[in-house]
């Protein structure tokens, strides 16, 4: 029997709200837009929902589920990892991507099903200390997608340019906009400021790594 958008809701529970994220309408869009910042995670079985973000050197994994008609999409900064791949940066990477997988799952049980779609990890000026994390951050999630057997359906990684992102959770369907300077300014400030709260307060819970 299919699951319902009530059911779904129901199985995922008042425990997993939208994490980092605000939402509004857009009379434009005709939608109800969940506008997700680093550290965010967001998922939605709602047709008239929109999860939108802007990204620099983070990441954005866009997961779904085209027969349940549910999606996600988290947005992820890995912090410095001194040259050790056990370390900080990707346990918390995997702790992101978990989240996501976690709550898509609760919906519907079947990972068998999930497509991923990737945008990010961008080099822009600015970026945290220059130093290649967007390209480390892309070659992550890759990593982590592969080693799950989610197949990744598109992606739009690397270059200079910020981008913004739209993603349609019950479809799959994206859109990508690249933004302009004075946003990408924005976006590495608030990266660095990210990235400085993570070298504080360290990963709550265990991850298991692989």
Known sequence: MPITPRARRLQQGSDTPDIAANRYHDR??????VNIVVGGCVVSDDPNVVITTTLGSCIAACLFDPVAAIGGMNHFLLPDHNGDRLSISSRYGSAAMEQLI??????TGRRDRLRAKIFGGASVNGAPRSSGIGQRNVEFVMEYLAAEGIPTMSWDVGGTTARAVRFYPTSGRTQRRLIGEETVRDIARSETSFMDRLRKTGIDGDVELF
Request: a neutral charge.
């Open 102 to 107: 976690n709550r898509l799952l609760a919906a």
């Open 28 to 33: 434009q869009l005709g939608a109800e837009v």
